[in-house]
């Protein structure tokens, strides 16, 4: 088991006290850094607890137990799909403690299944089992997961997604709303982040590991692109944002043309050329016509 600062531990072992008084709650585990054995904890990383229980729900508007468990600064919680929930909170020093509670469905499923799901995949310690279907459950492996390549249908989705979003960018900036536009522009990098992704594969194979939410992205992303996405990034500024949205294109259209020539997908080049086409337009202030 990875050892724990001294805070983190003693921050663990309130909450696993806690869970052992719930009868609901019939396992708990650690993930994420200070769970795996590549990529492992640094000085600010949180404490991320999962918990397996018959009644998640409970837990989503029940939040007063947190503040039990040290000095506390503040208290998030957070939604998830169907029942389950999340609560997070930072306590005194800054350190963090993250708790998902799942359905024991989920739980009952990998059991089924005989492998951890996504959530598990990078690592997990044990610290409560009380039916013992943890115990069930192969171990996670200690190397990244491998990762896909998209089919023909979600490249497309993906390539449509960004050109509509370059569209709605333009439009914005034209309208002067630069707040809304600071607003689209992360739509439009959610897409790049996903063809940088792929591209990542399609270059190095699926075992290359691209995490998630670009974390560590300058050992996995392809250098050159790592490098132009410093131009894609705007000031609070219509000038600048007009610049960088010329670069997310330019460097999107790369990545997807060389994905696509690398996974059998098509590229949609006439799609391309037309929104290319009408941002400039909007750019121009060519909008003769239109009113």
Same mark, same amino acid.
């Given at each position: 088991?990875?050892?724990?600062?001294?805070? &983190?531990?003693?921050?663990?072992?309130?909450? @696993?006290?806690?869970?052992?008084?719930?009868?609901?709650?019939?396992?708990?585990?650690?993930?994420?850094?200070?769970?795996?054995?590549?990529?492992?904890?640094?000085?600010?990383?949180? @404490?991320?607890?999962? #918990?397996?229980?018959?009644?998640?729900?409970?837990?989503?508007?029940?939040?007063?137990?947190?503040?039990?468990?040290?000095?506390?600064?503040?208290?998030?919680?957070?939604?998830?799909?169907?029942?389950?929930?999340?609560? &997070?909170? *930072?306590?005194?020093?800054?350190?963090?403690?993250? &708790?998902?509670?799942?359905?024991?469905?989920?739980?009952?499923?990998?059991?089924?299944?005989?492998?951890?799901?996504? *959530?598990?995949?990078?690592?997990?310690?044990?610290? #409560?089992?009380?039916?013992?279907?943890?115990?069930?459950?192969?171990?996670?492996?200690?190397?990244?997961?491998?990762?896909? #390549?998209?089919?023909?249908?979600?490249?497309?989705?993906?390539?449509?997604?960004?050109?509509?979003?370059?569209?709605?960018?333009?439009?914005?900036? !034209?309208?002067?709303?630069?707040?809304?536009?600071?607003? @689209?522009?992360?739509?439009?990098?959610?897409?790049?982040?996903?063809?940088?992704? !792929?591209?990542?594969?399609? @270059?190095?194979?699926?075992?290359?590991?691209?995490?998630?939410?670009?974390?560590? &992205?300058?050992?996995?992303?392809?250098?050159?692109?790592?490098?132009? #996405?410093?131009?894609?990034?705007?000031?609070?500024?219509?000038?600048?944002?007009?610049?960088?949205?010329?670069?997310?294109?330019?460097?999107?259209?790369?990545?997807?043309?060389?994905?696509?020539?690398?996974?059998?997908?098509?590229?949609?080049?006439?799609?391309?050329?037309?929104?290319?086409?009408?941002?400039?337009?909007?750019?121009?202030?060519?909008?003769?016509?239109?009113?």
């Amino acid at each position: 088991m990875i050892p724990l600062p001294p805070v &983190m531990q003693s921050l663990q072992d309130a909450a @696993l006290a806690w869970a052992a008084q719930q009868p609901d709650i019939r396992a708990v585990v650690r993930i994420g850094s200070f769970a795996r054995s590549y990529r492992p904890a640094d000085a600010l990383s949180d @404490l991320d607890l999962i #918990l397996f229980t018959r009644t998640p729900a409970r837990y989503r508007a029940w939040s007063d137990w947190i503040g039990g468990f040290g000095p506390m600064w503040l208290n998030v919680p957070a939604s998830h799909e169907g029942d389950d929930c999340e609560q &997070m909170a *930072i306590y005194e020093g800054g350190y963090k403690v993250d &708790m998902v509670f799942f359905t024991l469905g989920r739980l009952e499923h990998m059991v089924a299944a005989q492998s951890p799901d996504h *959530i598990l995949g990078r690592g997990y310690v044990t610290l #409560l089992d009380r039916d013992g279907l943890l115990a069930q459950i192969p171990p996670a492996p200690t190397t990244p997961p491998p990762g896909d #390549l998209p089919d023909g249908e979600a490249y497309r989705a993906v390539v449509t997604r960004f050109w509509y979003s370059a569209a709605q960018v333009a439009k914005y900036l !034209w309208r002067g709303q630069l707040w809304v536009t600071k607003l @689209l522009e992360r739509r439009l990098q959610d897409s790049l982040l996903t063809m940088l992704e !792929w591209h990542a594969r399609a @270059l190095n194979g699926p075992a290359c590991d691209t995490w998630i939410d670009g974390r560590f &992205m300058a050992d996995w992303a392809d250098p050159a692109a790592y490098g132009a #996405l410093h131009e894609t990034f705007a000031h609070f500024d219509a000038a600048d944002t007009w610049r960088a949205l010329d670069a997310s294109m330019a460097l999107f259209r790369r990545l997807a043309t060389e994905t696509a020539g690398r996974t059998g997908s098509t590229y949609p080049a006439e799609l391309d050329a037309q929104i290319t086409a009408f941002v400039a337009q909007i750019r121009a202030g060519d909008l003769a016509g239109r009113a």
